[in-house]
T-cell receptor, first 110, second 111 residues
Framework: NAGVTQTPKFQVLKTGQSMTLQCAQD?????MYWYRQDPGMGLRLIYY???????DKGEVPNGYNVSRLNKREFSLRLESAAPSQTSVYFC?????????FGSGTQLSVL | DAKTTQPTSMDCAEGRAANLPCNHS???????VYWYRQIHSQGPQYIIH???NNETNEMASLIITEDRKSSTLILPHATLRDTAVYYC????????????FGTGTLLAIQP
């Protein structure tokens, strides 16, 4: 049982490049989330999806788009990466009151 | 959602009980107290949550004061692997999209 799987684990981009972070869960959870964590800070919610076919903005959605492809997969896209988007990105899914997190993607934008 | 206040850091000797305090003096009657932890460079991990009764599971115990203005997370026999940042969060039940992780308490288990 893999839980929440994120790819890639590390990525370096140049300013203006685009990329998609992938997330998949095998726990049949309805809700999925994308967070970012900057050094020395807590996690901030970027987007979440309460169920397949729905997405909503979180605290810091600017510069990001998401797609809930199906119940398992929730992707995060950076259309034109900026240095301010250098961060560690975590995907999560939830059942009831518990969130389950992936191991993160460390993204550097130069 | 109610604001929570935690110490920035704490130490605990390996094998002893680690008691992590959290103040949430403005918590409302419908807000639960959640605890998560984040081991270095990993994603946060759910530990426990409760409303007003004390709770225990395989990882920890949660003691909530009768007036609900504070709580304590207890790790009964701390190991080096319990070194992590611990987050205390007050949240309405089911509002998982409102889960806000502050800076938490860095718990360092000393050998």
């Amino acid at each position: 049982n893999a839980g929440v799987t994120q790819t890639p684990k590390f990525q370096v981009l140049k300013t203006g490049q685009s990329m998609t972070l992938q997330c998949a869960q095998d726990m049949n959870h309805n809700s999925m989330y994308w967070y970012r964590q900057d050094p020395g800070m807590g996690l901030r919610l970027i987007y979440y999806s309460a169920s397949e076919g729905t997405t909503d903005k979180g605290e810091v959605p600017n510069g990001y788009n998401v797609s809930r492809l199906n119940k398992r997969e929730f992707s995060l896209r950076l259309e034109s990466a900026a240095p301010s988007q250098t961060s560690v990105y975590f995907c999560a899914s939830s059942v009831g009151e518990k969130l389950f997190f992936g191991s993160g993607t460390q993204l550097s934008v130069l | 959602d109610a604001k929570t206040t935690q110490p920035t850091s704490m130490d605990c000797a390996e094998g002893r009980a680690a008691n992590l305090p959290c103040n949430h003096s403005t918590i409302s009657g419908n807000e639960y107290v959640y605890w998560y932890r984040q081991i270095h460079s990993q994603g946060p991990q759910y530990i426990i949550h409760g409303l007003k009764n004390n709770e225990t599971n395989e990882m920890a115990s949660l003691i909530i004061t009768e007036d609900r203005k504070s709580s304590t997370l207890i790790l009964p026999h701390a190991t080096l692997r319990d070194t992590a940042v611990y987050y205390c969060i007050a949240l309405y039940g089911g509002a998982t999209n409102k889960l806000i992780f502050g800076t938490g308490t860095l718990l360092a288990i000393q050998p």
